[in-house]
């Protein structure tokens, strides 16, 4: 056998090998997806009647769901799932229905994962815990948010001031009034979007202050309060 023969079946023995190892990551992969997809399910369909009954129950029932979502509760893949599905109750509840949801995020300590990825060097884990923590509107976020508010990365900036206005409307007027720097569009409707659906209730005097604001949009901003009649 001649040394180019040799090379050549050398080559085809590495490359079925490695032919083989591709086909069988391949299909790990494609086992692993499907059974996180059958398992995701699986706790969607468990937790969905145990968060109906968590609503609806009084406290000694809820009490005794609490102890039962935390027994499926152990693994980070399900509470990620269990965080969707409140945020998901979140977005379509309000009053004491979503009072309760905000407490079950409290008492299950889910607000320690959101605030995790809000301090996560990862700008996209930052976004996910800011939507996460405004939108339950874990008003003890405040502060940590304001610190993004002139971060180095464009959607994290924007979306920290937008979570501001949902977590504190009227401190978030106040804390934006001196921002620095310009305010895309984007903001801008968002802020105004989160105003129009939830009113607040504004003095003359911090009217006055807005429209005295050295951010020029924060000054449109407050025009645009004043004539949709939120000050009172």
Same mark, same amino acid.
């Given at each position: /056998? $001649?040394? &180019?023969? $040799?090379?050549?079946?050398?080559?085809?023995?590495?490359?079925? %090998?490695?032919?083989?190892? /591709?086909?069988?990551?391949?299909?790990?992969?494609? =086992?692993?997806?499907?059974?996180?997809? &059958?398992?995701?399910?699986?706790?969607?369909?468990?937790?969905?009647?145990?968060?109906?009954?968590?609503? #609806?129950?009084?406290? #000694? +029932?809820?009490?005794?769901?609490?102890?039962?979502?935390?027994?499926?509760?152990?693994?980070?893949?399900?509470?990620?799932?269990?965080?969707? +599905?409140? #945020?998901?109750?979140?977005?379509?509840?309000?009053?004491?229905?979503?009072?309760?949801?905000?407490?079950?995020?409290?008492?299950?300590?889910?607000? +320690?994962?959101?605030? &995790?990825?809000?301090?996560?060097?990862?700008?996209?884990?930052?976004?996910?815990?800011?939507?996460?923590?405004?939108?339950?509107?874990?008003?003890?976020?405040?502060?940590?948010?304001?610190?993004?508010?002139?971060?180095?990365?464009?959607?994290?900036?924007?979306?920290?001031?937008?979570?501001?206005?949902?977590?504190?409307?009227?401190?978030?007027? /106040?804390?934006?009034?001196?921002?620095?720097?310009?305010?895309?569009?984007? $903001?801008?409707?968002?802020?105004?979007?989160?105003?129009?659906?939830?009113?607040?209730?504004? %003095?003359?005097? +911090?009217?006055?202050?807005?429209?005295?604001?050295?951010?020029?949009?924060?000054? $449109?901003?407050?025009?645009?309060?004043?004539? =949709?009649?939120?000050?009172?």
């Amino acid at each position: /056998m $001649t040394l &180019n023969e $040799t090379w050549i079946i050398g080559l085809i023995i590495v490359c079925s %090998t490695l032919s083989v190892l /591709m086909l069988i990551v391949v299909f790990l992969l494609k =086992f692993i997806n499907t059974y996180q997809s &059958n398992h995701a399910l699986r706790i969607k369909h468990l937790l969905h009647q145990l968060l109906v009954d968590y609503l #609806l129950g009084d406290s #000694l +029932e809820r009490k005794q769901i609490i102890e039962k979502i935390q027994r499926l509760n152990k693994s980070r893949f399900n509470k990620k799932i269990l965080i969707d +599905e409140l #945020l998901i109750l979140t977005n379509n509840f309000s009053g004491i229905y979503a009072a309760r949801v905000f407490q079950l995020y409290k008492d299950l300590q889910l607000n +320690e994962l959101s605030l &995790n990825k809000l301090r996560n060097p990862i700008w996209h884990q930052k976004l996910r815990g800011m939507y996460e923590l405004s939108t339950l509107e874990y008003s003890e976020a405040f502060d940590e948010i304001s610190d993004l508010i002139y971060h180095p990365h464009g959607e994290v900036r924007r979306n920290a001031r937008v979570s501001l206005i949902k977590l504190k409307k009227k401190d978030a007027l /106040m804390t934006l009034k001196d921002l620095e720097g310009s305010m895309s569009q984007w $903001t801008y409707v968002s802020i105004i979007a989160i105003l129009k659906q939830n009113p607040i209730k504004l %003095t003359g005097d +911090e009217i006055r202050r807005l429209k005295s604001a050295q951010n020029p949009y924060v000054k $449109t901003l407050a025009y645009d309060l004043e004539q =949709f009649a939120y000050a009172q």
